[in-house]
């Protein structure tokens, strides 16, 4: 089992930026991949990131692309998601998810086994 925490959500203007942190718990987080995604609502869940255990590879949606950062750091067993440039389309609930799986790819959120409660990102115009 792995237990993932959100924080960092928060209401912030157009032009500005959050980081988004996961803390997990429970099994060995530094054999994951983890993932970010979000939730608008009426909308499906989309990928916003992702990054492998080793963190040497990152991957993002074409939307968030150059604004967006993801991160880990294993001895914390926490990722994060720095966003800049903060638009009021990026305005949605945004959820961690833990794969552990020996699945390929990221993007699909059926790939991910684990998922943290959400944190609501706002931006206002």
């Known amino acids: 089992q792995v237990q993932l925490v959100e924080s960092g959500g928060g209401l912030v203007q157009a032009g500005g930026s959050l980081r988004l942190s996961c803390t997990a718990s429970?099994?060995?987080?530094?054999?994951?991949?983890m993932g970010w995604f979000r939730q608008a609502p009426g909308k499906d869940r989309e990928f916003v990131s992702g990054?492998?255990?080793?963190?040497?590879?990152?991957y993002y949606a074409d939307s968030v692309k150059g604004r967006f950062t993801i991160s880990r750091d294993n001895v914390k067993n926490t990722v994060y998601l720095q966003m800049n440039s903060l638009k009021p389309e990026d305005t949605a609930v945004y959820y961690c998810?833990?794969?552990?799986?020996?699945?390929?790819?990221?993007?699909?959120?059926?790939?991910?086994?684990?998922w943290g409660q959400g944190t609501q990102v706002t931006v206002s115009s």
């Open positions: 998810a833990a794969k552990v799986r020996a699945l390929v790819g990221f993007s699909s959120p059926a790939l991910y086994d684990y």
């Open positions: 429970g099994r060995t987080f530094s054999s994951n991949t």
């Open positions: 990054i492998p255990w080793s963190g040497g590879s990152t």
